[in-house]
């Protein structure tokens, strides 16, 4: 039997998956996240939400980050993310890390729309990650702030320049792949094609492969 999800509660933390499954001890903690064993399953459970943005501009691109990531020796595309502060709802702690990463402020709380979660390490983590759809103006886009230094760029990605990313490998992290690969199935259907019917490059031309 498999579940369907449904999106997050916007105002409180989510859910834990695997409440029946005893016996519960701490195994270690620190001031990020805890290790805990959960039955026979030791899991990894962050301190407080996580949360993840989805930015879409003028319904036809999705707004990404490049972020310093030295445990991969990259600087890979992301969605903006990150950890709540105490006391943050999910909604706010999604308006503040999208600040904090983009430069772009969004005063309407409710602009923040939770969509469907996504899961990070069903092995590991026993809840979903929270993520929120944010519909930009070009106007907002382009009187963006300064950033967070670990934030290297604020890059704004078409559809189909999204899509093409997506297969040849140049977005490949976990979470934007699963939330950016959603979005452009429920818009487009089938970008790929579109693309290629613009006179634009074949998708998955020249990839590498492992």
């Known amino acids: 039997m498999t579940n ?27 001031p990020w996240f805890k290790v805990m064993s959960r039955g026979s399953y030791y899991t990894f459970e962050y301190e407080r939400p996580q949360v993840v943005i989805l930015p879409v501009l003028e ?49 309407d709380l409710s ?12 092995c590991r983590m026993p809840v979903l990650l929270s993520v929120f759809r944010v519909d930009l103006r070009r106007s907002e886009f382009d009187s963006r702030l300064d950033h967070d230094d670990e934030i290297i760029s604020v890059e704004n990605l078409s559809f189909g320049e999204a899509a093409r990313k997506l ?5 490949y992290l976990s979470i934007p792949s699963a939330v950016i690969s959603r979005l452009l199935l429920k818009t487009l ?15 998955g031309h020249n990839a590498g492969h492992c």
């Open 4 to 30: 369907r999800i449904f999106p997050c509660s916007p105002d409180r933390s989510p859910n834990l998956l695997c409440p029946a499954l005893e016996p519960v001890f701490l195994v270690h903690e620190n």
């Open 59 to 107: 319904r036809e691109s999705v707004v990404m980050v490049r972020v310093k990531r030295p445990l991969i020796d990259d600087c890979p595309l992301e969605l903006p993310a990150g950890d709540s502060n105490i006391g943050e709802t999910p909604r706010t702690a999604a308006r503040r890390e999208f600040l904090e990463e983009t430069g772009i402020h969004i005063k």
């Open 111 to 122: 602009r923040f729309v939770p969509e469907l979660p996504v899961s990070e390490m069903p």
């Open 167 to 171: 297969v040849e490998g140049e977005i």
């Open 189 to 203: 259907g089938n970008p790929f094609i579109r693309e290629k019917r613009r006179g634009g490059k074949p998708v």
